[in-house]
Each structure stands twice: as structure tokens, then as C-alpha cells.
């Protein structure tokens, strides 16, 4: 009886196996992290910016923001348009159905073939371009406007850039002003303020003073 007992505590005392895990669950797991990864991936691109000395983060503008914008374009004549950090596209879409060759510049690439998705759902895939670069190393020489949605940080780089390559365009820059020139116009109207410049004209506030 004594050796049927330490059989049986014996028997008692080994730990219990694990039970194996299922085909379901394994698939489920595998999918999960999957998931999870695609996920990192596409959000990297867009809080990635946020680690360069300058970003420009992605705010899409409100429809007051791109009515301001339209206020200031040409009704005629044959001009080209470059949206500085162009996010989903939606003012270069909108500059295009006004009637203007509208261009966009993103460094984001998701954001890119979203604006090109965009631009071919609203039917102006032919009077736009959507460009991935790096806004410091784009040329702006082919542009009559330019229209920049900015943070304050890089206003006196980008003011500087314009001078330089494009001194006769106009410049419509929302959010934030371009730091020494004086505006030709302005529309005051909060977080949705637009400020209008002529490069040609444009005077530098000290010159003003």
C-alpha cells in the first residue's frame, strides 16, 4: 500500500504538460502581428517628420482655408501653381478645377498617391502633378504661384528660397506669414488667415518702417 501511494503522489506531483496550441489560435496570433507591423509602417512615414530639424506636419486645410486661397487666383490666363507641402492634395485639386496647372510637392508617400487617387476621382488627373520630394531640394523656377500651408520655424528658409529662385511670383502663404516682407493683402480670419505676396513688389518691412 505504502509504494501505491508514493506511486500516486508521485503522479500528482509532475507538472502538467501544456496543451498545444491551436491552428486557429497560431493564425491568429501571426495575423494580429501582422497587422500591428503594417500599421507602424504606414504611420512612420508620417511621424517621421517630426525628427527633422524642420517638419511640416500633415494638417489637412479647412474648406475656409481653401476658399481663402482661391480668392487670390488669376480667373484667366495661362498659370502654374506649386502647393508647398501639399498633404492630401485637396488644395492643389481645388486650384486645378479653378482652372490653373497645379502641382504638388510631399515628402510623405502615402500622401502622394492618396493626392494622385484624389486628383483622378475628381477628374483633374490632367491639370495636376504630385511630386515626393524634399521641398529644400525642389526647384520652384518653373511656378507663377506658390502657396505654402507652413509652420513658423521655416518661414525665414522659405522666404529666403523664394526670393532666390522665384522673384517675380506671387506667394500665397496660410497659417503663418513670411517673416520680413510686407503682404499685399491679407484676409484676417483667425487660424484661417491668408496672406498675400507679390515677390516682384514685395517690401521688406524695415523698408516700410
Not at 507591423?37 to 506636419?57: D, E, H, K, N, T
Request: glycine share 6%; charged share 20%; with cysteine.
Amino acid at each position: 500500500m505504502a509504494a501505491l501511494n508514493m506511486d500516486a503522489l508521485e503522479l500528482n506531483s509532475k507538472p502538467s504538460q501544456p496543451k498545444s496550441m491551436s491552428k486557429s489560435a497560431k493564425f491568429l496570433i501571426f495575423a494580429t502581428g501582422g497587422v500591428g507591423i503594417g500599421l507602424s509602417v504606414v504611420c512612420a512615414s508620417f511621424v517621421a517628420p517630426a525628427f527633422r530639424r524642420i517638419c511640416l506636419p500633415y494638417v489637412p486645410a479647412t474648406p475656409e482655408q481653401v476658399s481663402n486661397v482661391l480668392k487670390f487666383l488669376p480667373s484667366k490666363g495661362p498659370k502654374r501653381l506649386l502647393d508647398i507641402g501639399s498633404g492630401d492634395g485637396r488644395i492643389v485639386i481645388a486650384t486645378a478645377k479653378h482652372g490653373i496647372q497645379s502641382d504638388g510637392v510631399e515628402l510623405n508617400p502615402w500622401l502622394v498617391w492618396w493626392s494622385r487617387l484624389a486628383a483622378m476621382r475628381e477628374g483633374v488627373s490632367s491639370k495636376t502633378k504630385f511630386f515626393r520630394r524634399d521641398l529644400w531640394k525642389f526647384s520652384l523656377m518653373p511656378y507663377d504661384y506658390v502657396v505654402i500651408f507652413g509652420v513658423e520655424q521655416m518661414m525665414k528658409d522659405l522666404e529666403t528660397k523664394l526670393v532666390t529662385e522665384v522673384p517675380s511670383s506671387k506667394v500665397i502663404a496660410c497659417r503663418f506669414p513670411l517673416p520680413t516682407l510686407e503682404p499685399l493683402k491679407v484676409i484676417e480670419d483667425g487660424v484661417n488667415s491668408v496672406w498675400f505676396y507679390d515677390l516682384s513688389k514685395a517690401k521688406t518691412r524695415a523698408q516700410e518702417s
